[in-house]
Structure formats: structure tokens, C-alpha cells
């Protein structure tokens, strides 16, 4: 299984066979608004689950960095402010040294 294309081809198949089961049984599931916003989370918790362990991994620089842009984009900042303001706080020590030496 350390063949990266079995690898692909086994995620590509596991991926659309949950996405044909979610299309098939979506059609017996109640309209009820509850039921509507838990299927809108789902995304979002599917996106959580696979960043998780990365954002546990981070050093502190760069769980600083994470913490600031998720934070400007609550706020409603937009996302090229978080992405530019979050890579300034990653690039800071490269920054800081290069104005120290110049």
C-alpha cells in the first residue's frame, strides 16, 4: 500500500462512493430545519478533523500565525488581510533578522 497511486486511486474511490451514498440517502432525510443545519456543518466539521492534528503539530510561531488569521477572518477582515498578516507573523524572524542586519 505504499504505492502513492494505489493510495490515490483507493482515496478517489472511498470519496465517491461517500458522495453516491450521501446523493442516494439524502432523498429519504426530513426537510426539517434542524436537519438542514446539521447537514451545513458537515463541511466544516470534515474540514476541522483533517486540520486538527496539523494545527496540534504547529510550533508556536506558527500556531500564533493560524490563531491570528482564523481570528481576522471571524472578524470579518477578508482573506487576503489574514493570509498576508498571518505569512507576516511565519516570515517575522526572517524579517526581523534581515532589518537587524541591514
Do not use: H, N
Not at 60 to 82: C, D, E, K
Amino acid at each position: 500500500m505504499s504505492d502513492p497511486w494505489s493510495v490515490f486511486f483507493l482515496t478517489l474511490a472511498g470519496v465517491t462512493l461517500c458522495r453516491l451514498s450521501g446523493y442516494a440517502l439524502g432523498r429519504w432525510l426530513p426537510r426539517s430545519p434542524e436537519v438542514t443545519k446539521a447537514l451545513d456543518t458537515l463541511p466544516a466539521c470534515a474540514l476541522a478533523a483533517v486540520l486538527a492534528p496539523q494545527l496540534a503539530a504547529l510550533e508556536p510561531l506558527g500556531m500564533a500565525a493560524t490563531v491570528l488569521a482564523i481570528g481576522l477572518l471571524l472578524m470579518r477582515v477578508g482573506l487576503l488581510a489574514s493570509f498576508t498578516f498571518g505569512c507576516l507573523v511565519l516570515l517575522s524572524p526572517v524579517i526581523l533578522q534581515a532589518v537587524r542586519e541591514g
